[in-house]
């Protein structure tokens, strides 16, 4: 399959169903509307960004998701259509990428994203691969900048900011601007979701089983608290990183 990272466990699809059904049963949402504003799914089957209109394939695997008659019927759905799932992927919005960083640019801010393209034996954030991935970040940056001038900010909205690995990437400015994101009703990207796989690939148990208790007594109300690990924010000016605003030159 295609898709936004390593393979799709069905322990992941189903967490996210979970969600999804929860959020049907309380009536804040149709489940269809649900599955495309609660979960990550669109983007892990390849199927384009959450913003695209709808079309045939994502149609095809809401139809067949719908019929299913219950949660474990909607997971199997899923993985048999992320296997046989077989239309060309559709564009990628990031304007640069290296190992598993990219980079969106909107107006004068440039968003950062750090996703693995394969499950490995060795995390990508493990202490010896951190030189490796501090490179590949400034690479990003120094070509979005090269193809964007008029970048100004940079920014990132991730669960990983909570942890030491990855904020040792970045200079301290930068993570030293990270504010918890509250008051988010749609989680369909990895920055909330991606804490609950690990750098294998396979669920994390413990968060998983707290979830699950979470979205059990959920009552409707602040969806992002349900995830164990936060979403922080992070915002700096580009200066942060040691480029000037008219020199695309680069200090580590």
């Not at 089957?45 to 994502?58: C, Q, S």
């Not at 296997?83 to 290296?98: F, I, Q, Y």
């Not at 990219?102 to 750090?114: K, M, P, R, W």
């Not at 009552?219 to 992002?224: K, S």
């Given at each position: ?44 089957l390849?199927?384009g ?7 045939e ?12 008659p ?36 909107h ?23 951190l ?122």
């Amino acid at each position: 399959m295609r898709g936004d990272g390593p393979g799709l466990p069905a322990g992941y699809v189903e967490l996210q169903l979970r969600l999804a059904r929860r959020a049907a049963t309380l009536g804040t949402h149709d489940f269809l509307d649900a599955v495309a504003e609660l979960t990550n799914l669109r983007r892990r089957l390849g199927l384009g960004e959450p913003a695209d209109a709808p079309h045939e394939p994502w149609s095809r695997y809401l139809d067949g998701l719908e019929v299913q008659p219950d949660l474990a019927g909607q997971v199997r759905w899923t993985i048999e259509f992320a296997e046989s799932n077989d239309a060309p992927a559709p564009p990628s919005a990031a304007v640069t990428r290296a190992g598993p960083f990219s980079a969106h640019v909107h107006d004068d801010i440039l968003s950062t994203h750090f996703v693995p393209r394969a499950a490995n034996a060795t995390s990508p954030l493990h202490r010896s691969c951190l030189p490796q991935r501090r490179r590949e970040l400034w690479t990003v940056l120094a070509d979005a900048i090269r193809l964007h001038p008029e970048i100004r900010r940079v920014r990132g909205t991730s669960w990983l900011y909570s942890t030491r690995s990855y904020r040792a990437i970045f200079p301290p400015l930068h993570v030293a601007s990270a504010t918890v994101r509250t008051h988010v009703y749609r989680f369909q990207g990895s920055s909330s979701w991606g804490q609950f796989l690990d750098h294998r690939g396979d669920v994390k148990a413990e968060l998983a089983a707290r979830f699950v208790a979470a979205v059990d007594g959920y009552d409707g109300t602040a969806p992002w608290t349900l995830f164990p690990i936060p979403t922080l924010v992070v915002d700096s000016p580009i200066e942060a990183f040691g480029f000037g605003r008219r020199s695309d030159s680069v200090v580590e």
